[in-house]
């Protein structure tokens, strides 16, 4: 794609033999066509600069030049709206014609009444997969802010494109279209359907269901189009309880025992793992303690969480205090996310955490349960899971427990915590009803 300059741009007189005062066009040529349109200028053709495209101000005197160089601000004025209406409109792959190019240039001059401008022509036809890659690229040039007013976290623009390549892949193998007007129930139904044929988790397909559902309903909001599908009740995000397993105080008190004096890799791990275990963090704001989130002597946490923004205090144990003591008050150095999940299955089974678990899910349409050693249940959020459940069972009061986990919904924080039945009656025993 050529870049259109001054040169592209022509600045002839009507009529170059004239007698009289005659009009100045301005005339560029392309693809065998030639686009011509007067500047409403006019002058004496003796006193034009063929050569330079513009009128000669070497006249004697302010008063004399000032008509010329007035002629000559107009002439810029009209070459550079023509070569910014130009080079926006190849950008755009809008394809060039006369009418197209006068449309859009009086309106750059304010001569008419304002038409849309080749990049909202470029934005109207750009298609639902081409606006995710654009949000992700505006959001990560921190462009975007989400509804917090703060940045994108990484993984959530991740799972937007991961959205878009499987919507390009879903078009591709199907032939239907990911248009904004092609979305409907039928359409929601055929994708989901489709997902699960994949063998996906239907925790997996749902997740790309809320994110198609979030896309849609963001280019709504920008103006891309006008289907409002996204707010039909049935188009839903899908999902299912996992059985996702915690930690209790006895097997951290194992894992904290442990002599991995040898492996200074896993002896990391479990450091910052069990500052997550005690803290109730998430591994986003675990990790990236600094000595000045410790507060109180020593003896109190406060940090401002990642995801949420808010300020959350937790009492910290004598576990903690020893591991901070350890690292001279400077919380262990993370490693990432990923790598760190695949040291605590190992670091678990170190510690003997490899009784039998049930773990059931749905995956391609179909119940599937199976048993696994409990150390490969382990990631950095059982760390968090393992706090709230470990808290609720010592009593400490749920509200004390929401007000550090930031659940607000009493429902909502108890279907995350994990107790069994048996611990549940256990607990119940305890209450004067049952006494």
């Not at 009086?106 to 022509?121: D, M, N, T, V, Y």
Request: with cysteine.
């Amino acid at each position: 794609m050529k870049t259109i300059s001054d040169k592209d741009i022509k600045l002839l007189l009507k009529d170059i033999r004239a007698e009289r005062p005659t009009l100045i066009n301005l005339v560029f040529r392309f693809d065998n066509s030639r686009f011509k349109i007067s500047t409403g200028q006019t002058i004496e053709p003796y006193q034009w600069d063929t050569k330079a495209q513009r009128a000669y101000t070497n006249q004697k005197g302010r008063a004399a030049r000032e008509p010329f160089e007035t002629i000559n601000a107009h002439l810029d004025r009209w070459r550079s709206a023509t070569k910014k209406v130009l080079n926006a409109l190849q950008l755009a792959q809008i394809p060039l014609d006369n009418e197209t190019i006068k449309q859009h240039l009086e309106a750059e001059l304010g001569r008419s009444k304002k038409a849309k401008s080749p990049e909202s022509i470029a934005i109207e036809a750009e298609s639902f997969t081409a606006y995710i890659e654009r949000f992700v690229q505006e959001a990560q040039a921190g462009k975007r802010l989400n509804a917090r007013s703060v940045h994108y976290a990484a993984y959530t623009l991740a799972g937007y494109m991961k959205l878009k390549r499987i919507l390009d892949r879903y078009r591709i193998e199907t032939g239907n279209s990911v248009d904004y007007t092609a979305f409907s129930l039928d359409y929601y139904n055929n994708f989901k359907l489709w997902l699960t044929g994949r063998g996906l988790t239907l925790n997996y397909v749902g997740t790309l269901l809320k994110d198609l559902k979030v896309m849609l309903k963001q280019s709504h909001y920008d103006g891309m189009h006008i289907n409002m599908i996204f707010q039909h009740r049935d188009f839903k995000k899908l999902v299912e309880e996992v059985d996702n397993v915690y930690l209790t105080d006895d097997d951290l008190t194992n894992l904290y025992n442990l002599n991995l004096s040898n492996t200074p890799r896993l002896d990391r791990v479990r450091d910052l793992f069990l500052i997550g275990c005690y803290t109730g963090l998430r591994f986003s704001d675990f990790s990236e303690l600094r000595p000045e989130n410790i507060t109180h002597n020593g003896r109190i946490l406060t940090r401002k969480t990642l995801k949420t923004s808010e300020r959350v205090s937790i009492p910290l144990n004598p576990k903690i205090l020893s591991i901070l003591n350890k690292y001279e008050g400077i919380p262990p150095r993370t490693i990432t996310n990923q790598k760190m999940n695949d040291y605590l299955k190992e670091l678990c089974r170190l510690a003997g955490l490899v009784e039998s678990v049930e773990v059931s899910r749905t995956k391609g349409g179909k119940k599937e349960t199976r048993y696994v050693e409990k150390c490969e249940m382990v990631t950095t959020h059982t760390a968090r899971r393992s706090f709230a459940t470990n808290a609720f069972l010592a009593k400490v009061p749920t509200v004390s427990i929401m007000k550090i986990t930031g659940h607000r919904s009493e429902a909502v924080f108890l279907r995350y915590i994990k107790i069994s039945s048996e611990q549940n009656a256990l607990l119940m025993l305890e209450h004067e009803h049952f006494k």
